[in-house]
């Protein structure tokens, strides 16, 4: 299979009539690399560094062809950002590549959106404004950053617009450089601050978006933006097709390569990822009712985390008191907790003896009753503090949600968050989640209530926030919402590292 022709629409520098070249005129590259969101600066030399190393590869593999489909760079400026001396090395591994034969396509993406002519005659590369199609053995394959199709992202879509209209372009070229750098500024913070608080769900493609642009006679779609790899079919069986989304260059290494007529996406490459900087942990403490263990549960499913639900483990510790027949109130409790075989699953679920602990125990009315009890024992505390502890080094990350996660467990989490909500609102919630605490909203209100000054007046450990995490009252807030706004968190985290 081989690539045979090109297709640009809204090339940089040409006319608009251009837009309506016939598909299928062009050069045809056999081996062709794809990539995209490098977000490239001067802060960040190390990524710089990757980025060139990727550039190495593609020429060793006597690519033909080299698409990097937008966000190459967090900001670019035109001119100003050729002399960029951070940029430099890029700049001149790009020249180095498109030298040596290879054709250096990029796209641009919503954050360097003002590359133009500049780039194009200092790098020998291509720059287009919007898509370009190229065809694969027939295919047609198009080629986008991929921010068009998420189009639930309704301030996005508006602000996208007005910036990439030709007569803005028009008015940034004459625009003073001081007033340039204040719009890059404004440009890299807005895009992370809105990445931090939406949505994933407002953030991702809508299918239905790309599938209007497979009815089209488009055949695969190739994109980035979104940060999540995929590789789906999509479509009808009367125009089906293929969507491949690479996820971000910068954090993954993510490309995608053509090679002997196959098309494929890869989604990291720890050649070109950064060092993995330690697990990220996120801790999500606060009182019953306030959201925690369905967000940490969707969190570090999203993630692919484990999922560390500490108060499983003082339930654990309360159901064999009462099997024992031991009164938590009155008994110390740490020679109990100590003999048992606790664990924790790869899941981060607990284990008693290497069996998970069944739900319905943990949360039996009985269990609740006495738990808050068994956890405001310091001896119960101490010997559970190393299991909780483990937990933060067994995956990529960890998800904790407790009581004492940030101020006790994991002080050094990279995120911190605690819930609250209004009583009212907890009580209903628990009401229908969990019918071991009650069977009517007053019953409920009031062990609630019980709880909570118990569990906020003991002496060790004492629910509360720590220093510094944030705090999140989800009482109007959809747990969609309270999940986006954690997973931004996360992202912005890694990324700091
Ligand atoms: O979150 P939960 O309802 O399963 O917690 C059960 C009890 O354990 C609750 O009274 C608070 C206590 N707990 C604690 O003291 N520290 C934790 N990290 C988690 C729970």
């Known amino acids: 299979m081989s690539i045979t022709h090109l297709s640009p629409r809204g090339k940089v520098g040409i006319d608009d009539s251009d ?39 593609v020429r060793e593999q006597r690519a033909d062809a ?11 400026l035109g001119k100003q950002s050729l002399e960029e001396a951070g940029l430099a090395p890029f700049l001149e591994a790009l020249r180095g590549a498109t030298q040596s034969g290879i054709r250096v396509v990029l796209l ?14 200092a790098c020998g590369v291509e720059v287009y404004r919007e898509t370009l199609d190229i065809s694969v053995h027939g295919q047609r394959v198009r080629l986008m950053h991929g921010d068009a199709f998420c189009t639930r992202d309704v301030g996005f879509q508006r602000l996208h617009k007005i ?27 807005d895009a992370t601050r809105t990445t931090g608080t939406k949505s994933q769900m407002t953030m991702a493609i809508v299918d239905s978006e790309v599938v209007e642009v497979l009815h089209t006679g488009v055949d695969v779609v190739v ?6 790899a995929r590789d789906v079919s999509l479509g009808t069986a009367l125009s089906g097709g293929r969507l491949v989304v690479m996820a971000d260059f910068e954090r993954t290494g993510s490309h995608a390569t053509l090679e002997e007529g196959r098309l494929l996406l890869h989604p990291v490459d720890a050649r070109f990822a950064p060092a993995t900087p330690g697990p990220i942990v996120v801790t999500i403490d606060g009182p019953a009712g306030s959201g925690k263990s369905s967000v940490a549960r969707e969190l570090a499913r999203r993630l692919g985390f484990p999922l560390l639900d500490s108060g499983a483990l003082y339930r654990t510790v309360a159901a064999q008191a ?24 790869e899941g981060g679920q607990v284990t008693l003896a290497g069996e998970l602990v069944p739900d319905s125990l943990l949360r039996s009315v009985g269990v609740s009753a006495v738990v808050s009890k068994v ?44 819930l609250d909500a209004r009583p009212e609102v907890r009580a209903q919630r628990r009401l229908a989640q969990n019918p071991g605490e009650g069977a009517t909203l007053s019953e409920v209100s009031t062990a609630l209530a019980d ?47």
């Open 108 to 121: 641009h993406g919503n954050h360097d959106f003002l590359m133009g002519s500049e780039l194009e005659e």
């Open 375 to 418: 956890s405001a024992q310091p001896g119960v505390r101490e010997v559970l503090l190393p299991i909780q502890r483990s937990a933060g080094r067994m995956g990529p990350g960890l998800v904790a949600e407790g009581r004492d996660m940030a101020t006790i467990v994991f002080p050094e989490a990279a995120v911190r968050v605690f």
């Open 66 to 76: 080299l698409f990097l489909l937008g966000d190459v760079f967090r900001a670019w």
């Open 163 to 189: 910036l990439r209209a030709k007569v803005m372009r028009w008015m940034f070229a004459r625009l003073p450089r001081r007033l340039l750098d204040n719009l890059a500024h404004r440009l890299v913070h």
């Open 322 to 345: 009462l099997a024992a027949g031991l009164d938590p109130g009155a008994d110390d409790l740490a020679p109990l907790a100590q003999s048992l075989e606790l664990g924790l699953s």
């Open 223 to 228: 994109c980035g933006h979104v940060h999540e």
């Open 451 to 497: 709880r909570d000054a118990r569990d906020s007046g003991r002496l060790h450990a004492p629910l509360a926030r720590a220093e510094g995490a944030t705090l999140l009252d989800t009482s109007e807030l959809s747990l969609e919402q309270v999940v986006g706004r954690l997973s931004g968190m996360v992202r912005e985290a890694s990324r700091l590292d």
């Open 19 to 57: 837009r309506s070249r016939e598909f299928g005129r062009g050069s045809s590259p056999r081996r062709a690399w794809f990539a995209s969101d490098f977000h490239l600066h001067e802060g960040d030399p190390a990524g710089v560094e990757r980025a060139c190393q990727f550039i190495a590869h």
